[in-house]
């Protein structure tokens, strides 16, 4: 199967807008544990998430509708995980990076088969990228506020407790961005840890983008009636020591 063109998606090793992968999935966690996950006026880049709360059954997927200007990045999360300072691991408390990092990477070792699938305008279905093995990512550690408002506290593999927490996220995500305007639909999902599984469907309609530029650079950016007044160039004296 083909795959999406390489000027739609951002590569690992790249940034976007000024932010890495690993910001961007930082970001990603924080808007899924907030009171509102499924609130998409984001801003530049829209937040999509699995189908959290029914990990072991194949019979159940996410499906969502959503409508976004031309311009709206995208971030698809094939596989994921996160654990917390705090939280056990195979029977030990986390209470360090290492293990964090550890737990984190362990549970992404596991993971597979996944697939991200992308059809455009209800023809042609292609692969988000060429191997998603290549977008194999791990944030920073960094500090998490889980609301306590949060839908999913007790719906992922492992309770979230609300309050301030050290975080570390992985798996496998991919930022799409410039799609041009249509109508698509992104599927993806798979395999994890101990039967893990997750899917999800989303039909995304890229509209266009109101021009609304408040740059009024040029010559007419000055009111009229303070262009019709009469200026002054500004003398300086320069004292020589």
């Given at each position: ?37 499924d609130q998409y006026d984001y ?67 596991a993971a597979g088969p996944f ?13 988000l990228v060429p191997t998603l ?109």
């Amino acid at each position: 199967m083909r795959s999406l063109s390489y000027k739609y998606f951002v590569k690992p090793s790249e940034n976007y807008k000024g932010l890495s992968y690993s910001d961007l999935i930082s970001s990603w966690l924080r808007w899924l544990l907030s009171s509102m996950p499924d609130q998409y006026d984001y801003g530049d880049i829209l937040f999509l998430r699995g189908s959290v709360g029914c990990h072991t059954s194949k019979s159940n997927y996410l499906t969502s509708s959503v409508a976004i200007p031309q311009g709206v990045a995208i971030l698809v999360p094939i596989v994921t995980t996160h654990f917390f300072i705090g939280d056990i691991y195979n029977g030990t408390v986390i209470k360090e990076e290492f293990t964090l990092r550890k737990a984190v990477r362990e549970h992404v070792d596991a993971a597979g088969p996944f697939w991200a699938t992308l059809e455009v305008n209800n023809k042609k279905v292609v692969k988000l990228v060429p191997t998603l093995d290549s977008f194999r990512i791990e944030s920073a550690i960094f500090e998490i506020h889980v609301s306590e408002n949060n839908p999913f506290l007790e719906l992922m593999d492992e309770p979230n407790s609300p309050g301030l927490h050290t975080a570390m996220v992985g798996g496998y995500f991919v930022l799409l961005h410039d799609l041009p305007i249509g109508i698509y639909r992104i599927r993806f999902g798979g395999y994890g840890m101990e039967s893990f599984y997750t899917e999800a469907l989303y039909n995304i309609n890229i509209k266009p983008k109101k021009l609304d530029s408040k740059d009024t650079s040029g010559p007419k950016f000055t009111p009229d009636h303070i262009l019709k007044e009469k200026r002054n160039p500004l003398k300086t004296k320069i004292k020589i020591l």
